[in-house]
């Protein structure tokens, strides 16, 4: 595989640069030449944190171009709206939202409206080649009590439909090494149930 452009994009606290980091690892696991870039913005703050990925064959620089993103993963649907102009129709850009809303300081300070997702999907489709919307955080509370990782289930679910050509042993070994000890066997029972997800 000559390349592959991955965006994960997410609020502070929702394990983006977690999910960036352990596909990363999963990616020079499986022999690819890796290169990855993150913004922090306000990261700590609740801030936005896109990151970006990119794998395959004499991968020079860490910035995926507009338009040339093949797999954007958003934890929260106004992240998905942030990164648009990364997809494109030509590149058949895949969208993979969590449908969990956290809404930022603007809309829970200044009273400003939280877009509806049929809104926020209408802005999306020009960039995109498939959009898909899952209730990854919803799944995962009613399962474990928290939605803290939701980032893992979609990581489950992107691999076993193909939209991430890693191989799921890569991905649980690069699970394994960066997941606090105490939590690999719930990360990894979440990783299966997104795997499992239809």
Same mark, same amino acid.
């Given at each position: 595989m000559k390349e592959f452009n991955v965006i994960v994009t997410g609020v502070g606290g929702q394990g983006a640069m977690t999910l960036g980091t352990i596909i990363a690892e999963a990616a020079l696991k499986q022999?690819?030449?890796?290169?990855?870039?993150e913004v922090h913005g306000l990261?700590?703050?609740?801030?936005?944190?896109?990151?970006h990925i990119r794998f395959g064959e004499n991968m020079y620089t860490p910035l995926i171009l507009e338009g040339e993103a093949n797999l954007?993963?958003?934890?929260?649907?106004?992240?998905?709206?942030?990164?648009?102009?990364?997809?494109?129709?030509?590149?058949?850009?895949?969208? %993979?939202?969590? @449908? =969990?809303?956290?809404?930022?300081?603007? !809309? #829970?300070? %200044?009273?400003? @409206? =939280?877009?509806?997702?049929?809104?926020? !999907? #209408?802005h999306i489709k020009p960039f995109a080649g498939r959009i898909i919307i899952i209730n990854a955080s919803e799944i995962v509370k009613k399962e474990t009590g928290s939605i803290i990782t939701s980032n893992i289930f979609i990581l489950g679910y992107a691999i076993s439909k193909g939209l991430l050509p890693l191989k799921e042993k890569f991905v649980l070994e690069?699970?394994?090494e960066n997941v606090p000890k105490r939590y690999i066997e719930l990360n990894k029972k979440v990783f299966e149930m997104g795997m499992k997800n239809k």
């Open positions: 022999g690819y030449d890796v290169r990855t870039t990261a700590q703050r609740g801030g936005s944190i896109p990151l954007i993963i958003a934890l929260e649907p106004l992240e998905a709206l942030r990164t648009t102009y990364f997809g494109s129709k030509k590149h058949k850009t895949v969208f %993979l939202i969590d @449908k =969990y809303k956290l809404p930022p300081i603007t !809309v #829970s300070v %200044l009273g400003e @409206k =939280y877009p509806r997702m049929e809104n926020i !999907v #209408s690069a699970i394994e």
